[in-house]
């Protein structure tokens, strides 16, 4: 087995792999934008998947998609176990998103990424018979001090003194859903205030673990999918991040059990969720918001945002791209 570092040592993993994905989320971003805002979500993610796969085959390695979207909802998807890149570089485990927030994009609204996330063959957890995953993430604070066993607000009080912050200057990413309703209550009860997403809750996982975000914490039951997406980037981060499988009824926990997943209320660590110590996580915003801009036309070009984040060097970097508008809408 290769790992996603080549012939080179863990302590130099093929950079150009990282920028290579960079392609594929950019195009599945753009060909997503004639449908932001129209209310067809189906047509957008349809858009971004076979933009993403086309772009995946010129790709130099052998990934085999673990995670893949849309399997929840019948929506159009990169299936599991499907293989993309041309096959001729480094073995990898992918989990791909085409877009992380269908909704946003029908709806015109902030937050919607394209995100892939790669890590070494074999060390990326399949949770692909569990949908739902009970998450807590906090940026490099967290770790060794919240733990998702703890009363939200106990975990709240733990990380304002870690961050040396007061409680009331805590904030803390949710999404807005009913399952979620006492958990909001129990926030604000604690003294930290909210900040409810509608939808894409990749984006507010790393928003929380960043240094420099407006959110301190991201809690509550997303999907699985997106948590192991998202465990690519907070290892990039040095954060922290836990997760539970949430199976939705009896039928889907003996489906997660059959298959090997932990559905007794274990919690998974990051290194559960991810193994691989060279993981690499890429994004470009399809629409608006705290992590990237979206895609925006200007008369002939195209100007997309994308982050790369590997974990084996720790880095965060930006990406601004101008695109000919003719080579693509």
């Known amino acids: 087995m290769v790992s996603i570092t080549g012939d080179m040592s863990p302590l130099h993993p093929d950079r150009n792999l990282a920028l290579e994905l960079v392609r594929a989320t950019e195009a599945a971003a753009i060909r997503a934008v004639p449908f932001i805002g129209r209310g067809d979500k189906e047509a957008a993610d349809g858009a971004a998947v076979d933009a993403m796969r086309a772009f995946f085959d010129t790709v130099n390695f052998d990934g085999t998609i673990v995670i893949g979207e849309g399997e929840k909802d019948n929506a159009p998807m990169l299936f599991n176990g499907e293989k993309v890149g041309n096959g001729k570089g480094p073995q990898a485990d992918v989990a791909v998103d085409p877009i992380d927030g269908t909704s946003l994009t029908a709806a015109g609204r902030q937050n919607a990424l394209s995100v892939i996330a790669v890590s070494d063959a074999g060390t990326m957890l399949d949770a692909s018979t569990v949908f739902y995953m009970d998450k807590l993430v906090t940026g490099p604070a967290g770790v060794g001090v919240v733990d998702i066993r703890l009363p939200i607000g106990e975990n709240i009080r733990l990380l304002a003194k870690a961050l040396g912050k007061p409680v009331e200057e805590m904030v803390v990413s949710v999404l807005n859903r009913p399952r979620h309703e006492q958990l909001i209550a129990d926030i604000r009860a604690a003294g930290a205030g909210t900040r409810l997403m509608s939808d894409g809750d990749v984006a507010g996982g790393i928003n929380a673990a960043r240094h420099n975000a407006r959110t301190d914490m ?94 084996a060097s720790g880095t965060l970097r930006r990406i601004s791209s101008e695109h000919l508008a003719s080579k693509w809408l």
Request: net charge negative; hydrophobic share 35%.
């Open 218 to 311: 991201c809690v509550g039951v997303g999907g699985s999918p997106e948590g192991i997406v998202t465990a690519c980037a907070i290892k990039a981060l040095g954060g922290h991040i836990q997760g539970i499988l949430w199976p939705r009824d009896d039928d889907e926990k003996q489906r997660g059990a059959d298959a090997g997943l932990k559905v007794d209320g274990t919690v998974y660590e990051a290194d559960d969720l991810v193994r691989g110590k060279n993981t690499i996580f890429v994004a470009t915003g399809v629409t608006d918001g705290q992590l990237v801009a979206g895609v925006r036309r200007e008369g002939e070009y195209i100007y997309t945002e994308s982050v790369v984040l590997r974990n």
